[in-house]
């Protein structure tokens, strides 16, 4: 089992910036990757940014070159750089952690609580 507890979320103007954080307790052994996902009302929760093995990540479209994703292995921590941030990234931002390998995560993901990004206009 892997516990995830996010933090950092808020509201901020259009133009503002977040860092959302997620510590990684429990079963956290290598081969673990992190990432972020969100849910607007509404909508499905989709892959914000994820880690892979060997270093490589992904972005979502509409947040690649504002969003940064990195990781403090050493405090079982992932990050969520928000640069920029847009009305439309307002949602439930979701921590998550999986086995994973170089372009791919395998099964079901472990899940935090979320924690709520608004951005108003």
């Known amino acids: 089992q892997v516990q995830l507890l996010e933090s950092g979320g808020g509201s901020v103007p259009a133009g503002g910036s977040l860092t959302l954080s997620c510590v990684a307790s429990?079963?956290?052994?290598?081969?673990?990757?992190m990432g972020w996902y969100r849910q607007a009302p509404g909508t499905q929760r989709r892959a914000v940014a994820l880690?892979?093995?060997?270093?490589?990540?992904y972005y979502e479209d509409s947040v690649e070159g504002r969003f940064t994703i990195s990781r403090d292995v050493a405090r079982n921590t992932v990050y969520l750089q928000m640069n920029s941030l847009k009305p439309e990234d307002t949602a439930m931002y979701y921590c998550?952690?999986?086995?994973?390998?170089?372009?791919?995560?395998?099964?079901?993901?472990?899940w935090g609580r979320g924690t709520q990004v608004t951005v108003s206009v």
């Open positions: 429990g079963n956290t052994t290598p081969g673990i990757c």
């Open positions: 880690e892979y093995s060997g270093g490589s990540t």
């Open positions: 998550a952690a999986a086995r994973c390998y170089t372009r791919s995560w395998v099964g079901e993901p472990y």
